[in-house]
């Protein structure tokens, strides 16, 4: 069932980085006199940063929630205390060294993803020093593939296939990509070949389960819209949520988020299953529901009704959160009542372009 609504813009749950880091602000460590001097330099070109001291209990703490770390100070003291604290380039922060004149700033972690690189070059442009980056795809002018799936809010399902792929673009091999029907690509790099058939590809980007080994990315463009009886419990969400996926073969990782009725605001559940996903959780009026019932012509419910002052809950609520997220929707799970919990799912169109 298509449906079309002029709100533009394609929804993201998350690009590729998936963690809970909530401080934008740079942390900015120095040891000496000097270093304190340049600090405050850069911190014109980032009004928000903090100006700190080094200290290794200090650094692990800023560690933890921030996505900037400036070091002035020797590479080496950045090195050693780095080390016990590494965890995974989608999580770990983008970490700058500089030596106490700006003449260099040297990106040394998560380069890509963590926007290591960018930050690199900004300040090396700002003091008029050099910026070094070491990253294979940067210096030979390709496109780095974590970077590429991030930009087009893809999630990529496994890290280490996509090194491995990512060495193949460095090394000047093609690598094939398969999107099936569903993903419109207007235009590919030159380092991606698009194949028709998924048993030919090396990347599969789609929200359906494929038995095929690949990397897959996934984009975030479907919405759940549920419906569930006051006092339904988190884990009866859970259940029917990760049997609906099961069943229809879709990745979790697709989801961009769910919606429901403005009469569940307070359902403890539902609000702790969205809290346990990670999931935006959207609700919408009674009347707005209905007038997306009576234009799709769904079949309601007047027990539903009756409760809710809705026709239908679980439908309408997955068409109006994706129509927030694309001008053309699809229901490809029309509603399924199971327990306590009914379910539908609502794709937002998606579109990639290079």
């Known amino acids: 069932m298509g449906t079309g609504n002029k709100t533009g813009g394609r929804g993201q749950r998350a690009g590729i980085r998936k963690d809970k880091k909530t401080n934008a602000r740079a942390g900015i460590f120095y040891i000496t ?8 330099k850069i ?11 080094f200290r290794q209990d200090r650094f692990t703490v800023r560690w933890r929630t921030s996505r900037k770390i400036i070091c002035i100070m020797a590479a080496g003291i950045v090195v050693r205390t780095i080390a016990p604290l590494l965890q995974d380039k989608r999580t770990d922060p983008a970490v700058i060294v500089l030596d106490e004149k ?25 003091l008029g020093g050099h910026a070094v980056i070491t990253t294979a795809s940067d210096v030979q002018g390709r496109i780095s ?17 996509l090194t491995h792929l990512s060495a193949r673009m460095v090394n000047g091999k093609s690598v094939t990509v398969y999107t099936g029907n569903s993903i419109v690509m207007r235009e ?10 998924s048993d030919k590809a090396d990347i599969i980007i789609s929200e359906e389960l494929f038995r095929r080994k690949a990397l897959y990315l996934r984009p975030i463009n479907l919405f759940v819209g549920i419906g569930c009886n006051r006092g339904t419990t988190k884990d009866e969400i859970q259940k029917e949520f990760t049997a609906l996926l099961k069943k229809n073969r879709l990745s979790v990782h697709s989801i961009a988020g769910i919606a429901s009725i403005d009469l569940k605001k307070d359902e403890g559940g539902l609000l702790e299953f969205a809290e346990d996903n990670r999931l935006r959780i959207r609700f919408f009026p009674a009347d707005a529901l209905n007038a997306v019932a009576r234009e799709l012509a769904m079949k309601g419910s007047e027990q539903v009704r009756a409760a809710t002052g809705a026709v239908a ?18 229901i ?23």
Not at 33 to 40: F, R
Not at 117 to 125: F, G, P, S, T, V
Not at 188 to 197: A, D, K, Y
Not at 313 to 330: F, G, H, T
């Open 43 to 53: 911190k014109m070109l980032y009004p928000d940063a903090e100006v700190l001291k």
């Open 188 to 197: 590919v790099p030159g380092e991606l070949s698009i194949v028709t058939s």
């Open 332 to 354: 490809i799970i029309p509603k399924v009542k199971r327990g306590n919990v009914t379910l539908a799912i609502a794709k937002a169109k998606f579109m990639l372009s290079e």
């Open 102 to 126: 700006g003449r260099y700033a040297i990106s040394l972690l998560s380069g890509h993803l963590g926007g290591a690189n960018k930050l690199a070059r900004d300040i090396a442009d700002f």
């Open 145 to 161: 593939l974590d970077i590429w799936a991030d930009e087009h809010g893809l999630y990529v399902e496994d890290g280490k296939r």
């Open 313 to 330: 809950v679980s439908e309408p609520a997955a068409v109006l959160a994706a129509r927030q997220a694309s001008d053309m929707v699809d």
């Open 33 to 40: 006199e000097n270093g304190l001097m340049l600090a405050h």
